[in-house]
Nanobody, 122 residues
Framework: HVQLVESGGGSVQAGGSLRLSCTAS????????VAWFRQVPGKAREGVAA???????KYADSVKDRFTISKDNAKNTLYLKMTSLKPEDTAMYYC?????????????????WGQGTQVTVS
């Protein structure tokens, strides 16, 4: 069973930046697709950014040109650099892995999830 631990969330003013980290057990980050999702109470979890096993990244339209996903295979760590943050970016952010390697933004493709880290933009 894969263990994923997110960190780096917090409160920030609109226009500010944050960098989220997700550390995985084992060599998961290099061997699978990894992604960031977010969820607000009462709404469905939505895909934010993903990296396929070939290194190609994919972003939700709402975060393109503001968020950057990256990973360090040696550290088994996934990152999400968030800039120009908006109040609508407020959510719990989760990292996840999927074994197909496709880097989708569909939550149903992902089997292992972290506990989440809260991001609040005011």
């Amino acid at each position: 069973h894969v263990q994923l631990v997110e960190s780096g969330g917090g409160s920030v003013q609109a226009g500010g930046s944050l960098r989220l980290s997700c550390t995985a057990s084992g060599s998961i980050v290099g061997a699978n697709s990894v992604a960031w999702f977010r969820q607000v109470p009462g709404k469905a979890r939505e895909g934010v950014a993903a990296i396929a096993i070939d290194g190609k990244s994919k972003y939700a339209d709402s975060v393109k040109d503001r968020f950057t996903i990256s990973k360090d295979n040696a550290k088994n760590t996934l990152y999400l650099k968030m800039t120009s943050l908006k109040p609508e970016d407020t959510a719990m952010y989760y990292c996840a892995t999927e074994p197909y390697g496709l880097g989708s933004l569909d939550k149903f493709d992902y089997f292992d999830w972290g506990q989440g880290t809260q991001v609040t933009v005011s």
